[in-house]
């Protein structure tokens, strides 16, 4: 007489004594039939000992035998209710690996213990310890590699697994044993572990049986939930759980000469609009075809989304949805070129217009900036230019040059007066020498006037 075990880890096929242990067998049967071990964990693996389970809390404390499982008006107090007398027989030992006993419960307050629903199974050779104490009443056949998966998981300090090892699912291969008075058996197995454990094994899917749409839904709910806690942790969200809106619309397929005046005068009729922006490139200041359109309450943008949806604008049938981005939480919506500034209440267009137009139209030093669109029957946009533009920069330009030139003439003349003598250079030299001359001259003339004079005076 056999019973399959599917495990988490494998299955396991387990030969029962039944000859040997009638009571033991009889209640181990009856309990997998009524699906009493699905979804059961191992709350208790010893490494090269054993690994016991049966009890659907999974604290060791908890499970009962068939027989108070099918008479629940049996008072709690009387201890046979919950428990039966173990069948342990000397012939019967842990000599091998794989040896399956159930647990024996101490008994309280002087009486003798007895089995319910726990049990075990040996992880190595001759464990003596345990003959005489517990009820062998099985051996393992098949799964030896289950167990030494088993054996070597890895648990905390209570010895239980930190993810579970469950057993998923129980089938008889043979039972001769006929079923007792008052036992039921359930339409389906248990969905869901007995105990509550979050300890989920590598390999168990949790919503493997569930529906497949509701499966599905909290798949993409919890790849949602994933995605926007990332965006949150790289700064493209303010917070996880953020929600776009409910009084913006999005509006797309616009014809790229909408301007926001006009989006606004459109929609204007459905209530009052706080902000009106056609999103434009950064660097061209082209309109993207899509706009933002806040409102001042949501009534009044469901209006406008349920009114405006396809309707014709500017030879271009718009698209109309409620905004899906939370960007302006972060940075707010903005044309990178110019900023419109806040408009007070009651005040008509964003009063930005022309600072716009006046960054177009000079952006191009002699040429004013035509845009045309054909798709919109021939009509274009096109910002004039003033006729002294172009003149006045090449006045400022050639004014520049002038400066340069001198600038740089300036600066060789500096160059060669450094590179030549200077012009004094040597002059206290020369200014010595004729000093010096001048004195020997008028020596020399101080000396003939005294020789004229001494002729002078013997002849």
């Known amino acids: ?8 880890l494998g299955d396991i096929v387990i030969d029962l004594e039944v000859e040997s242990c009638p009571k033991t067998c009889e209640n181990f049967l009856k309990l997998c039939k009524v699906y009493y071990y699905n979804l059961n964990a191992f709350f208790n693996v010893s490494k090269d000992f054993l690994a016991q389970a049966g009890d659907p809390t999974a604290t060791g404390t ?10 629940p008006d049996t008072s709690p107090n009387a201890p046979s209710s919950r428990y039966f007398p173990p069948e342990i027989l000397p012939k019967l030992k842990h000599t091998h690996k794989g ?9 309280l307050e002087g009486q003798k213990g007895g089995c319910g629903s726990q049990f075990f199974i040996t992880l190595g050779d001759n464990i003596d310890y345990l003959d005489g104490k517990h009820a062998v009443f099985g051996h393992v056949v098949e799964g030896f590699d289950t167990l030494d998966k088993l054996n070597e998981v890895f648990v905390d300090q209570d010895g239980r697994p930190f993810k579970d090892v469950r057993i998923r699912h129980v089938v008889i291969l043979d039972d001769p044993f006929p079923d007792p008075p008052g036992l039921i058996k359930p339409p389906s197995s248990p969905t869901r572990p007995p105990d509550n454990s979050t300890r989920i094994a590598e390999d168990e899917d949790p919503l493997a049986t569930l529906p497949e749409e509701e499966e599905e839904r909290l798949r993409r709910e919890k790849a949602a939930a994933a995605s926007a806690l990332t965006l949150e942790m790289v700064g493209d969200l303010p917070f996880a759980n953020v929600r776009p809106p409910e009084n913006v619309l999005f509006v797309c397929k616009l014809n790229p000469v909408t301007r926001d005046e006009d989006l606004e005068l459109i929609f204007s009729r459905f209530g009052t609009i706080m902000s009106c922006q056609v999103i434009r490139d950064k660097r061209t200041g082209d ?5 933002f359109i806040e409102f001042d309450k949501r009534e009044e943008a469901e209006q406008g989304y349920l009114k405006m949806q396809n309707v014709l604008v500017d030879d271009r049938r718009i698209w109309v949805d409620f905004s899906q981005s939370v960007s302006r939480l972060n940075n707010g919506w903005s044309n990178d070129i110019v900023r419109a500034p806040k408009r007070s209440k009651g005040q008509s267009g964003f009063g930005g217009r022309e600072d716009l137009e006046r960054t177009r139209r000079y952006r191009d030093e002699d040429s004013h900036y035509a845009k045309h669109n054909t798709a919109a029957g021939g009509y274009g946009m096109v910002f004039d230019v003033p006729s002294d533009y172009g003149s006045d920069r090449r006045r400022k330009r050639s004014r520049s040059v002038d400066k340069e030139k001198d600038v740089d003439s300036s600066r060789d003349n500096r160059r060669k007066r450094s590179r030549s003598p200077p012009a004094h250079k040597d002059s206290g030299r020369d200014k010595d020498k004729d000093r010096d001359h001048g004195r020997d001259r008028r020596r020399t003339r101080s000396r003939s006037r005294e020789r004229r ?6 002849y």
């Open 1 to 8: 007489m056999s019973v399959l075990f599917e495990t988490s």
């Open 62 to 71: 908890g499970g009962e035998s068939i027989w108070s499982l099918i008479a």
């Open 99 to 107: 040896t399956v006993s159930m647990a024996v419960a101490p008994g």
């Open 287 to 291: 309109s993207l075809q899509y706009a």
């Open 453 to 458: 004079s001494g002729r002078d005076g013997r």
